[in-house]
C-alpha cells in the first residue's frame, strides 16, 4: 500500500515488518538494521542470497558513523556529501548492537549511507534504530524509482512510503573506506573527479586496487537488468546500421537523438545524463509492460554521471551484449 503516514511506517519498523522507502537514488527495502529477523524478511521479499550485504541508512553522519570503528580521515571528510548518494564502508563495530551481522552478510564492514531526500530523512530521524534498506526490486532485477515500481514487484502488502520519483535514478556511488585510500566499488552521481578533488588525491589511485573478489552488485555479471534484451550502441550512426539489418518489430528506443524507424514504438528523447540517469530504469519497466522485443540505447559519452549510466547499460545488457559500451 502506497502511504504517507510516516508515523505509520515508523511503527511497522518499529516492530520488524518491512517498509519501501523513498530516496534521491532508487526506493530501498527497509527493515530495522539491528534485529536478524527483521532482516531476514528482506532477503526473503528480495530471493537475495544471504551473504549479500545491505546498506545501511541514517539521518546523519554521526549517527551512522556510531556503528563503524577505525573511521579514516578522508571517510569523515566524504561525508560532507552526505546527505547525498554515497554509501561508505567502513569497519562494522561488531561489539555494539546498531547492525547485526546479518544486515551484513556477515561481514565485519559495513555500508553506511544518509540519503539526500527530505521524507527519507524525516523517516530515519524518528527512527530510534537505523535502516538497512537494498534497492526495492526482486534480486537482479531493475531497481524501482517510484513507489508504485516498489508496488509492482512486490504487490500491495507492502508498506510504502511514497517521495515521488527518486530524482538521481541510479544507486548511489559506494566507496571502500577499508584501505589507506577510498577505493570506489560503484559508480554513482558521485563521481570520481568530484571525490578526487575533495580529497585532494589523484583520480586514478580511486580504481587501482583488483576488486574483484569484494562482494558488490557492481562485480556481478548480470544486473539492473530488465527481462527483455538491452542492446547499447556507441553512436546513432551504429543504431541506425542496426534497424536497417533487423526485422524486430516493437522496439523501444531511449536517447539523445530522435529517431524515427516504423520498428519502434516506444521511444523517450532525453536532453541531458542527468535526465539518462532519472529517466532509464523507468523506461526499462515501461518497456517491459509495453512488452517490448528490445530496448535500444545509445550511450553517452563515458565522464561524470555518464560513467555510472554506462555501468548500468553495460549491466543491463550483457546477457544480449553486441559490444561492450
Ligand atoms: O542508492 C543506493 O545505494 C540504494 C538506496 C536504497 O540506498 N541501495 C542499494 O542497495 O543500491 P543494494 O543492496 O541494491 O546495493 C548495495 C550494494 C550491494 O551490491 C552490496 O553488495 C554492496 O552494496 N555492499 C553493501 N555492504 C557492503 C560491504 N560491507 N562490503 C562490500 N559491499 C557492500
Ligand atoms: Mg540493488
Redesign the pocket.
Known amino acids: 500500500m502506497i502511504t504517507e503516514n510516516i508515523a505509520a511506517c515508523v511503527d511497522a519498523l518499529s516492530s520488524g515488518e518491512l517498509v519501501s522507502f523513498p ?1 534521491e ?4 527495502l527497509g527493515a530495522r538494521a539491528d534485529s536478524p529477523e527483521a532482516i531476514a524478511r528482506i532477503f526473503q521479499a528480495k530471493d537475495r542470497p544471504k551473504d ?4 545501511v ?1 541514517g539521518p546523519s553522519a554521526e549517527k551512522v558513523f556510531e556503528c563503524a570503528i577505525d573511521i579514516p580521515m578522508y571517510a569523515r571528510v566524504l561525508s560532507e556529501f552526505w546527505p547525498g ?1 554515497m ?1 561508505l ?1 567502513l569497519k562494522r563495530d561488531v561489539s555494539s548492537g546498531p547492525v547485526c551481522s546479518q544486515a ?1 552478510g556477515g ?1 565485519d ?3 553506511l ?1 544518509v ?1 539526500g531526500h527530505d521524507i527519507a530523512l524525516e523517516l530515519l530521524s524518528r527512527c530510534d534504530f537505523l535502516v538497512a ?3 526495492a526490486n526482486k534480486f537482479a532485477h531493475v ?1 524501482p524509482t517510484s513507489a508504485q515500481h516498489v508496488i509492482d514487484e512486490f504487490g500491495d502488502e507492502l508498506l510504502v512510503l511514497e517521495g515521488g520519483e527518486s530524482y538521481v535514478g541510479v ?2 556511488t ?1 566507496i ?1 573506506c577499508l584501505g589507506d585510500t577510498p577505493k570506489i ?2 559508480k ?1 552521481s558521485i563521481t570520481s573527479v568530484q571525490i578526487s578533488e575533495l580529497l585532494n588525491i589523484d583520480e586514478s589511485s580511486l580504481y587501482e586496487e583488483d576488486i574483484c573478489d ?5 562485480n556481478m555479471k548480470v544486473h539492473y537488468a530488465p527481462r527483455i534484451p538491452v542492446f547499447v550502441f556507441d553512436h546513432l550512426e551504429e543504431l541506425e546500421m542496426y534497424l536497417s539489418e533487423n526485422e524486430e518489430s516493437n522496439l523501444a528506443y531511449l536517447g539523445f537523438n530522435d529517431i524515427v524507424d516504423k520498428n519502434i514504438s516506444f521511444k523517450q528523447i532525453i536532453q541531458s545524463n542527468e535526465e539518462l540517469a532519472h529517466k532509464l530504469y523507468g523506461f526499462f519497466r515501461e518497456a517491459e509492460d509495453k512488452e517490448c522485443s528490445q530496448i535500444l540505447v545509445i550511450a553517452p559519452s563515458n565522464i561524470g554521471l555518464g560513467a555510472a549510466i554506462n555501468d548500468r547499460l553495460s549491466k543491463a545488457s550483457s546477457e544480449w551484449r553486441l559490444k561492450d559500451v
Do not use: D, F, N, W
Open positions: 530516496t537514488t532508487v526506493y530501498g549479500h550485504p545491505l546498506i541508512h548518494p554509501s564502508i551484513t561481514q564492514s559495513v555500508a549511507r540519503p534498506g537494498p534497492s531497481s544507486e548511489s559506494i571502500s566499488l560503484r554513482g569484494i562482494k558488490v552488485s557492481g
